[in-house]
């Protein structure tokens, strides 16, 4: 059973790889791969058959449509013992097609693609390994990766029909309504159906019916610089660091069905500067080591066996989108953003703690007309997606363990692990977190924590210490 939707059948998925030796410590090495995936929650198959119509259909039963003048607040809706009234039957015509907002035009279905489009992603990298000593190498390495017919935003689905900014002027003068200025109003009409609310012929589509598209339509890609360099134990100590430089570009599912280039921009979830090394440290103390070689069995118990590790993350700030407090004056489509001035006037940082407010300025918003400007009525700003950054991150993970031999047999352990070793603060302020109007400000003040930040970063607890022993036989 196909559904009614046509097969692919051009999923082709090569993999090249290629590695060349130029001498005895140089290594080049690159690849190509193109990946596919079945997509989730509906975007192929999944919730567009199981969760339309007829399958399942919406019931929503209150005191008051029951009840001439009952209360919903109360009186109960239906009696336990006899059940809710039941739900009427959805009656497919002959020709097997129901109106896409259901007979009453009331139903938000899932809807997809009459062809099978597949998540796709094309990965390629070029790697150059060196070999520094007998015990270290460093890597450099080019990676990239895009992605096709994915995801618009962080969710599968989008809506097809959003509200155009064009003709906004002509909706303030009371000319034409919203819904005019969605592309598929009244675009279709279905005979023999009436719509409860007017009385007339069904027609198609208004308001949030075609408001979830899985459509697998939306490009993604990332291209980073990465460096690495490794240390293979020796002298008790083996680490590894990692850099990374990237770029991640995607699309948000705003106004994605109107205009894609309003909704690309950086990836929400990408730090486009990354630094990490972990690091695995012995102490030389004890029995073999460089000092206290010759310790015996209760010296050793004391001075032997500790253990260092720690993984230590040095992160640039999350991409967020500027937005203006007029904004509600001057659009209606939800994409709220101001023109681009001179910036040269414009700062962003973490400053000191206020202990009164409990917060901390990130920005200071400024009235427009300088470092950034009011769009004109009816138009979106030119201020990019995602275009500004937040706070940088900087977090340590350690652990202190020691080993204690007990038999031959039995050994014990005791290890404290930190997280967040030295409890530093990681400011919550990005694209979920934070109030980032630039001009909400009023005579010097500031209101709506517009530039605050009155949250540590979501993901990053303070300093946590967690004790452990570990009895291995």
């Given at each position: 059973?196909?559904?009614?939707?046509?097969?692919?059948?051009?999923?082709?998925?090569?993999?090249?790889?290629?590695?060349?030796?130029?001498?005895?410590?140089?290594?080049?090495?690159?690849?190509?791969?193109?990946?596919y995936?079945?997509?989730?929650?509906?975007?192929?198959?999944?919730?567009?058959?199981?969760q339309?119509?007829?399958?399942?259909?919406?019931?929503?039963?209150?005191?008051?449509?029951?009840?001439?003048?009952?209360?919903?607040n109360?009186?109960?809706?239906?009696?336990?013992?006899?059940?809710?009234?039941?739900?009427?039957?959805?009656?497919?015509?002959?020709?097997g097609?129901?109106?896409?907002?259901?007979?009453?035009?009331?139903v938000?279905?899932?809807?997809?693609?009459?062809?099978?489009?597949?998540?796709?992603?094309?990965?390629?990298?070029?790697?150059?390994?060196?070999?520094?000593?007998?015990?270290?190498?460093?890597?450099?390495?080019?990676?990239?990766?895009?992605?096709?017919?994915g995801?618009?935003g962080?969710?599968?689905?989008?809506?097809?029909?959003?509200?155009?900014?064009?003709?906004?002027g002509?909706?303030?003068?009371?000319?034409?309504?919203?819904?005019?200025?969605?592309?598929?109003?009244?675009?279709?009409?279905?005979?023999?159906?009436?719509?409860?609310s007017?009385?007339?012929?069904?027609?198609?589509?208004?308001?949030?019916?075609?408001?979830?598209?899985?459509?697998?339509?939306a490009?993604?890609?990332?291209?980073?610089?990465?460096?690495?360099?490794?240390?293979?134990?020796?002298?008790?100590?083996?680490?590894?660091?990692?850099?990374?430089?990237?770029?991640?570009?995607?699309?948000?599912?705003?106004?994605?069905?109107?205009?894609?280039?309003?909704?690309?921009?950086?990836?929400?979830?990408?730090?486009?500067?990354?630094?990490?090394?972990?690091?695995?440290?012995q102490?030389?103390?004890?029995?073999?080591?460089?000092?206290?070689?010759?310790?015996?069995k209760?010296?050793?118990?004391?001075?032997?066996?500790?253990?260092?590790?720690?993984?230590?993350?040095?992160?640039?700030?999350?991409?967020?989108?500027?937005?203006?407090?007029?904004?509600?004056?001057?659009?209606?489509?939800?994409?709220?953003?101001?023109?681009?001035?001179?910036?040269?006037?414009?700062?962003?940082?973490?400053?000191?703690?206020?202990?009164?407010?409990?917060?901390?300025?990130?920005?200071?918003?400024?009235?427009?007309?300088?470092?950034?400007?009011?769009?004109?009525?009816?138009?979106?700003g030119?201020?990019?997606?995602?275009?500004?950054?937040?706070?940088?991150?900087f977090?340590?993970?350690?652990?202190?363990?020691?080993?204690?031999?007990?038999?031959?047999?039995?050994?014990?352990?005791?290890?404290?692990?930190?997280?967040?070793?030295?409890?530093?603060?990681?400011?919550?302020?990005?694209?979920?977190?934070?109030?980032?109007?630039?001009?909400?400000?009023?005579?010097?003040?500031?209101?709506?924590?517009?530039?605050?930040?009155?949250?540590?970063?979501?993901?990053?607890?303070?300093?946590?210490?967690?004790?452990?022993?570990?009895?291995t036989?």
């Amino acid at each position: 059973m196909s559904g009614n939707i046509d097969n692919n059948l051009h999923a082709f998925a090569p993999r090249f790889g290629l590695a060349y030796s130029l001498n005895e410590k140089t290594v080049i090495r690159m690849g190509f791969g193109i990946s596919y995936d079945i997509g989730v929650f509906g975007s192929n198959f999944g919730h567009a058959v199981t969760q339309n119509l007829p399958v399942l259909a919406n019931q929503n039963i209150t005191a008051s449509s029951s009840i001439p003048g009952a209360s919903d607040n109360f009186i109960s809706a239906f009696n336990m013992a006899v059940g809710p009234v039941g739900q009427a039957p959805i009656v497919v015509p002959s020709n097997g097609a129901l109106p896409l907002g259901g007979p009453a035009g009331n139903v938000q279905p899932r809807m997809r693609p009459t062809s099978q489009v597949l998540p796709a992603v094309g990965a390629y990298n070029v790697a150059v390994q060196r070999q520094l000593t007998n015990t270290m190498t460093l890597d450099l390495a080019y990676v990239g990766v895009t992605g096709r017919h994915g995801f618009n935003g962080d969710g599968p689905s989008y809506n097809l029909n959003p509200v155009n900014i064009q003709n906004y002027g002509l909706t303030q003068q009371g000319l034409i309504s919203q819904s005019q200025r969605q592309f598929y109003n009244n675009k279709f009409s279905y005979p023999g159906y009436i719509d409860p609310s007017t009385g007339q012929t069904l027609m198609c589509c208004n308001g949030g019916i075609m408001g979830n598209y899985f459509g697998n339509d939306a490009s993604s890609s990332y291209n980073a610089l990465q460096v690495k360099v490794q240390q293979q134990m020796s002298h008790g100590l083996q680490f590894i660091a990692h850099y990374t430089w990237s770029r991640a570009l995607a699309f948000n599912n705003g106004y994605y069905a109107v205009d894609p280039a309003v909704a690309r921009g950086p990836d929400d979830q990408n730090r486009a500067q990354v630094f990490v090394i972990n690091l695995v440290y012995q102490l030389p103390f004890g029995k073999g080591r460089q000092f206290g070689s010759n310790a015996g069995k209760w010296e050793n118990a004391i001075i032997g066996g500790w253990q260092f590790t720690s993984t230590s993350n040095y992160s640039a700030g999350l991409p967020f989108t500027p937005s203006y407090n007029e904004c509600n004056s001057d659009q209606d489509v939800g994409v709220c953003r101001p023109n681009v001035g001179n910036l040269a006037g414009w700062s962003m940082g973490g400053g000191s703690f206020n202990p009164i407010t409990h917060s901390v300025v990130f920005y200071t918003p400024q009235v427009l007309g300088s470092s950034w400007l009011r769009p004109t009525s009816g138009t979106i700003g030119d201020a990019g997606n995602y275009s500004l950054v937040g706070p940088r991150s900087f977090t340590t993970d350690a652990t202190i363990m020691k080993n204690f031999g007990l038999t031959e047999r039995f050994n014990l352990q005791f290890r404290m692990d930190m997280f967040n070793m030295f409890n530093h603060r990681v400011l919550g302020f990005n694209g979920n977190q934070g109030n980032t109007c630039i001009d909400c400000i009023n005579n010097g003040q500031v209101f709506n924590n517009a530039g605050l930040v009155t949250n540590l970063d979501a993901n990053v607890p303070m300093r946590a210490l967690q004790f452990a022993l570990r009895l291995t036989f």
